[in-house]
Structure formats: structure tokens, C-alpha cells
């Protein structure tokens, strides 16, 4: 066999085997059988980034740190005061769309945004610019994420205010199988807060103290559809945050459809038993 | 008596639609005229000699060289898939890439129950094919063309399925021996 590393007689050896292959074949058969079912591409985290600007520039740019790859999703958690709007932009010509409302708690807001079915490549970077307003803090945090449907990928979405030592929000029922779960807090870091993800929920960004702000997020694939609550710890119960979720369909896969030409002698030789 | 006549009028049919429909015909294959998809012309194709051509695709960065008798079509298949055909008109001859956007950095049982229900991989076997690319090719059977060769790998982001007939096993590897990715 040419071009593909195959020496002579290990070519030689796997035609002998052609004229054998039944046993060969009911292992492979039964082997790829006994794998559970999945009608849903695998979702995966892939990476994030995320930066924090104080000052009074209306705009700051987070950088991945490796490449982003075409067709993924990109989340972004957002925050920001003064609460005026807010846009995304990258620098791959994506289009990002708000996955919630915009939620206010005293001089912070914030909000989701994301863009399905992303151009990717090198040096991709995330800008998010205050549209209104003069903002003094900006912290936003972005997650590229695989495996999530390519149009229409949000489900949905909920939002809202929490405090005490345990903080949530939601519930949502997820119509899928599969489906992409993403979580964020946010708040003014005044008292000190920190907060961690509980239950079911992977912390991505933790919520350092990026001057007097903190942003943190966290997420989940969800194996099968139903209710579901974000979920944090908070270190000092009397702080109230911004709580915000949405989730996102896992894609269907494709399927290859067969597009060279049927051929019609070896199908007739077969039902001969020649 | 009576079942030696009955026996000679089927035999003596036999030989009539013999050279009613000669073997040409039966060799004669066919193409799904009900498959879906939307046509793409992204690929750019430029003859690089009397019997070859090179074919580029400037999304998905890689060119192959390949006989230029062979005619390129390319299908959008949905959710970032694709398909790019390349295919003797009218012939069973030629080959066809099928690339979807991929997660996972193998191939996995799933992936191969999506796309062969049957389950049938015959003799799978890790090669390194054109530019240092790390594919697993093996033997297949395909409702539509018979006995078919696969070679598979992943590739940033993507799953490539190339697929031909079995009888044109060592073009096919003629060809993905010119196979590169601009990076």
C-alpha cells in the first residue's frame, strides 16, 4: 500500500486476512454493541480566559490562551457598573446575542452573552465595550465550549438576585438530554465575599478578588433533561450577588450520507451467492 | 417431459434478458438523485499536470493532489458538516471526504455506530498518511457501494472520513500520500 506506512508484508498479510475476517468482525460487532447509546454529541469544556479592568476606558479584551476551533460555542460572563448596556465583539467576526437579561443589584449588573457556531484560530480575543453610561469596572470571563449545537443552541435561561451562605438560582427544566449547563456570580467584593460551586457544578473561574470585583463561573453537562438549580457556597452569608444561568442543546451528530455512486454488480453478485 | 420444457422456456429466458440488458448496464452504478444537502464551491482546483490535479480547501487549510478525470463536488451536510466528492462521471470510480466537526481527539465507538450502523471495521490499522497525519484505515461494507476502504482521523477540530471503493485502495492512498495541511 502506498503513502501509508505499510510495508510489503504486513499489506501482504492483511489481504490474507480479508479472506477470514467473520470472527474478527463479530468481536468488533459485538464490541461497538455493547456501548451505551447516545443520540447527542459529547459536550466538552475546552478552555476560558478571562480579564478585569478598572478605570475609565468603555472596553477591555480577554485573549484565549490556545486556539479556539471552528463550529464551537463561546460563552461569556459578563459584569460590569453603572449598568448601562453592553456589547460583544471578537476578532474572528463572531456575533454574540445575550442569553439573559441584563440583572442590576445596586451599582453592579450583569449578564450572559454567546455566540454559537464560531469561526475560531489563533490568537482569538474577546472584547466587551460599555455602550452606554461611564463605567469604572469591567470583569468578564469566556468559555469555549465543544460539542453544543451549531444554530439555536439556547435552551433556557434564568436570573436573578441571592444571598446567604448558600446561593442559587433556578430552577430551569432542560428540554435535552446532554445539554450545556453554565452558572455565574457576580458581586461587588465590599464584604469580602468568596464563592464556590457546589453540587454537580465544575468551578471554572474562581472568584478571586480582581480589585473590588469578582466574577465567578462554573459549569455542568447534564446527562439527562429535567430540573436544575445553580448552585454556590458563599463565605459571607450576608453579601447578595448576581446569580445568572443558561443552558445550551448538545448537537445532534451528523451523519455521513454515502455519496459515491451505488454499485449495482456487487450487490447482484451477492444475491446470486457467487 | 413436462418439466424439461418448463425447465428449457426458463433457460432460454435466461439467455434473452442476458442480451436484453448487457453486463455493461449492470455494471452500470447509480447515484441517490433523493440525497439532500446544499452544493458549496469553496474548494479551489488547479491542474498541476497532464494527469493530475491539486484541490485546496480554504476553510479547512489542507490540499490533496488527485486524478483529474475525477469531477469535485462539495455538500453541506448540516451542523458544520461537509462533504466533498470526487467522482468519475459515471463510473464507480473516486472517493469521498466526509468532515464534521469533531470533540473528541479519537475515533470513538459512537462515531463509528453513527456513521456505520453496521458496525463492520475490518483489520483496523493505525498509518501516517501525506503530511505526518496519524489516520486509522480499515475495510467497511456500505449499503450503497459494497466493500468499501475507510480512513479516518482527526484533525483540528474535525473528524475526516475519507471512503472509496475497496478496489481502489492503493489510488486512494496514492492520493492521501499528498495530502497537507497549511498548519
Redesign the interface.
Same mark, same amino acid.
Given at each position: 500500500?502506498?503513502?501509508? *506506512? &505499510?510495508n510489503i508484508a504486513s499489506y501482504i498479510t492483511?489481504i490474507v486476512?480479508?479472506t477470514a475476517?467473520i470472527v $474478527?468482525?463479530c468481536v $468488533?460487532?459485538t464490541?461497538?454493541?455493547t456501548?451505551p447509546?447516545?443520540v447527542h454529541?459529547?459536550?466538552?469544556f475546552?478552555q476560558d480566559t478571562e480579564v478585569f479592568k478598572s478605570g475609565t476606558a468603555p472596553a477591555t479584551t480577554a485573549v484565549f490562551p490556545t486556539d479556539t476551533?471552528? +463550529? *464551537?460555542l463561546i460563552v461569556v460572563a459578563a459584569s460590569w457598573d453603572s449598568c448601562g448596556d453592553a456589547e460583544i465583539t471578537d476578532n474572528k467576526s463572531n456575533t454574540y446575542v445575550a442569553a439573559t437579561v441584563k440583572q442590576t443589584l445596586g451599582v453592579i449588573c450583569s449578564q450572559i452573552f454567546y455566540a454559537e *457556531?464560531i469561526t +475560531?484560530g489563533a490568537s482569538h480575543t474577546v472584547t466587551i465595550s460599555a455602550t452606554s453610561g461611564t463605567v469604572e469596572f469591567i470583569k468578564v470571563v469566556v468559555h469555549e465550549v465543544?460539542?453544543v449545537a451549531?444554530s439555536g443552541a439556547l435552551d433556557k435561561n434564568a436570573s436573578g438576585t441571592s444571598s446567604g451562605a448558600s446561593q442559587s438560582v433556578g430552577p430551569v427544566t432542560t428540554a435535552t438530554d446532554g445539554q450545556y449547563i453554565f452558572a455565574t456570580a457576580s458581586e461587588e467584593n465590599i464584604s469580602n465575599n468568596n464563592f464556590s460551586a457546589s453540587g454537580v457544578f465544575t468551578e471554572r473561574e474562581t472568584a478571586d478578588q480582581s480589585g473590588s470585583w469578582q466574577t465567578q463561573t462554573q459549569d455542568y453537562v447534564q446527562p439527562t433533561a429535567g430540573s436544575i438549580s445553580a448552585t454556590w457556597t458563599a463565605s459571607s452569608g450576608s453579601s447578595a450577588s448576581t446569580v445568572q444561568m443558561a443552558t445550551f442543546f448538545a448537537?445532534?451528530?451528523?451523519?455521513?450520507? &454515502?455519496?459515491?455512486? +451505488?454499485?449495482?454488480?456487487?450487490? +447482484?453478485v451477492r444475491l446470486l451467492g457467487l | 417431459m413436462k418439466y424439461i420444457a418448463v425447465s428449457l422456456a426458463g433457460f432460454v429466458c435466461g439467455i434473452g434478458v442476458s442480451v436484453l440488458f448487457p453486463v455493461s448496464h449492470m455494471l452500470t452504478g447509480s447515484t441517490d438523485s433523493s440525497l439532500s444537502g446544499t452544493q458549496l464551491r469553496e474548494g479551489i482546483i488547479v491542474t498541476a499536470s497532464s494527469d493530475e490535479a491539486t484541490f485546496t480547501h480554504p476553510k479547512l487549510r489542507f490540499s490533496l493532489s488527485y486524478p483529474k478525470e475525477l469531477q469535485v463536488s462539495e455538500y453541506d451536510e448540516g451542523g458544520g458538516a461537509r462533504t466533498i466528492l470526487f467522482q468519475k462521471q459515471n463510473e464507480q470510480y473516486g472517493f469521498q471526504m466526509f468532515v464534521v466537526p469533531y470533540g473528541e481527539t479519537t475515533i470513538t465507538p459512537e462515531r463509528i455506530r453513527t456513521d456505520i450502523p453496521s458496525g463492520i471495521v475490518r483489520e483496523p490499522t493505525t498509518v501516517v498518511i501525506g503530511d505526518n497525519i496519524e489516520a486509522t484505515v480499515f475495510w467497511s461494507e456500505s449499503p450503497t457501494i459494497g466493500e468499501s476502504r475507510e480512513v479516518w482521523f482527526v484533525h483540528d477540530g474535525y473528524l475526516y472520513e475519507v471512503t472509496t471503493y475497496a478496489k481502489l485502495d492503493t489510488i486512494l492512498a496514492h492520493i492521501l500520500g499528498t495530502l497537507h495541511f497549511s498548519r
Amino acid at each position: 500500500m502506498h503513502g501509508l *506506512n &505499510m510495508n510489503i508484508a504486513s499489506y501482504i498479510t492483511s489481504i490474507v486476512k480479508r479472506t477470514a475476517p467473520i470472527v $474478527l468482525l463479530c468481536v $468488533l460487532v459485538t464490541g461497538i454493541a455493547t456501548v451505551p447509546a447516545s443520540v447527542h454529541a459529547a459536550v466538552a469544556f475546552m478552555q476560558d480566559t478571562e480579564v478585569f479592568k478598572s478605570g475609565t476606558a468603555p472596553a477591555t479584551t480577554a485573549v484565549f490562551p490556545t486556539d479556539t476551533t471552528s +463550529g *464551537n460555542l463561546i460563552v461569556v460572563a459578563a459584569s460590569w457598573d453603572s449598568c448601562g448596556d453592553a456589547e460583544i465583539t471578537d476578532n474572528k467576526s463572531n456575533t454574540y446575542v445575550a442569553a439573559t437579561v441584563k440583572q442590576t443589584l445596586g451599582v453592579i449588573c450583569s449578564q450572559i452573552f454567546y455566540a454559537e *457556531n464560531i469561526t +475560531g484560530g489563533a490568537s482569538h480575543t474577546v472584547t466587551i465595550s460599555a455602550t452606554s453610561g461611564t463605567v469604572e469596572f469591567i470583569k468578564v470571563v469566556v468559555h469555549e465550549v465543544s460539542g453544543v449545537a451549531t444554530s439555536g443552541a439556547l435552551d433556557k435561561n434564568a436570573s436573578g438576585t441571592s444571598s446567604g451562605a448558600s446561593q442559587s438560582v433556578g430552577p430551569v427544566t432542560t428540554a435535552t438530554d446532554g445539554q450545556y449547563i453554565f452558572a455565574t456570580a457576580s458581586e461587588e467584593n465590599i464584604s469580602n465575599n468568596n464563592f464556590s460551586a457546589s453540587g454537580v457544578f465544575t468551578e471554572r473561574e474562581t472568584a478571586d478578588q480582581s480589585g473590588s470585583w469578582q466574577t465567578q463561573t462554573q459549569d455542568y453537562v447534564q446527562p439527562t433533561a429535567g430540573s436544575i438549580s445553580a448552585t454556590w457556597t458563599a463565605s459571607s452569608g450576608s453579601s447578595a450577588s448576581t446569580v445568572q444561568m443558561a443552558t445550551f442543546f448538545a448537537a445532534v451528530p451528523v451523519s455521513r450520507t &454515502m455519496r459515491l455512486r +451505488g454499485d449495482v454488480r456487487l450487490r +447482484g453478485v451477492r444475491l446470486l451467492g457467487l | 417431459m413436462k418439466y424439461i420444457a418448463v425447465s428449457l422456456a426458463g433457460f432460454v429466458c435466461g439467455i434473452g434478458v442476458s442480451v436484453l440488458f448487457p453486463v455493461s448496464h449492470m455494471l452500470t452504478g447509480s447515484t441517490d438523485s433523493s440525497l439532500s444537502g446544499t452544493q458549496l464551491r469553496e474548494g479551489i482546483i488547479v491542474t498541476a499536470s497532464s494527469d493530475e490535479a491539486t484541490f485546496t480547501h480554504p476553510k479547512l487549510r489542507f490540499s490533496l493532489s488527485y486524478p483529474k478525470e475525477l469531477q469535485v463536488s462539495e455538500y453541506d451536510e448540516g451542523g458544520g458538516a461537509r462533504t466533498i466528492l470526487f467522482q468519475k462521471q459515471n463510473e464507480q470510480y473516486g472517493f469521498q471526504m466526509f468532515v464534521v466537526p469533531y470533540g473528541e481527539t479519537t475515533i470513538t465507538p459512537e462515531r463509528i455506530r453513527t456513521d456505520i450502523p453496521s458496525g463492520i471495521v475490518r483489520e483496523p490499522t493505525t498509518v501516517v498518511i501525506g503530511d505526518n497525519i496519524e489516520a486509522t484505515v480499515f475495510w467497511s461494507e456500505s449499503p450503497t457501494i459494497g466493500e468499501s476502504r475507510e480512513v479516518w482521523f482527526v484533525h483540528d477540530g474535525y473528524l475526516y472520513e475519507v471512503t472509496t471503493y475497496a478496489k481502489l485502495d492503493t489510488i486512494l492512498a496514492h492520493i492521501l500520500g499528498t495530502l497537507h495541511f497549511s498548519r
